[in-house]
Nanobody, 115 residues
């Protein structure tokens, strides 16, 4: 059973930065595609950023240029560096891993951007 554990969320002022981490208890982590999603209250869950096993990345338009997704296969961990945070980035952030069509989700970490 694959487990994903997110950490690094919290309260930050507008313009600030946070780095989220997602640690995976998975064999062959390097071949998983990994994504970060977020869900704000009353909103649908949306894709924020993704990274393939080969290291290719993609981003939602709303975060492009501000967020960076990366992975450290030696540590079985994927990161989301979030800079220039805005109040509209407030949400629960979830990590997702995908391998041969099977999805695994973490429990989420709250990010609140407020002065």
């Amino acid at each position: 059973q694959v487990q994903l554990v997110e950490s690094g969320g919290g309260l930050v002022q507008p313009g600030g930065s946070l780095r989220l981490s997602c640690a995976a208890s998975a064999n062959f982590f390097s071949i998983y595609a990994m994504d970060w999603y977020r869900q704000a209250p009353g909103e649908q869950r949306e894709l924020v950023a993704g990274i393939t096993s080969g290291g290719s990345t993609n981003y939602a338009h709303s975060v492009k240029g501000r967020f960076t997704i990366s992975r450290d296969n030696a540590k079985n961990t994927v990161y989301l560096q979030m800079n220039s945070l805005k109040p509209e980035d407030t949400a629960v952030y979830y990590c997702r891993g995908v391998l041969v069509g099977i999805e695994y989700w973490g429990q989420g970490t709250q990010v609140t951007v407020s002065s």
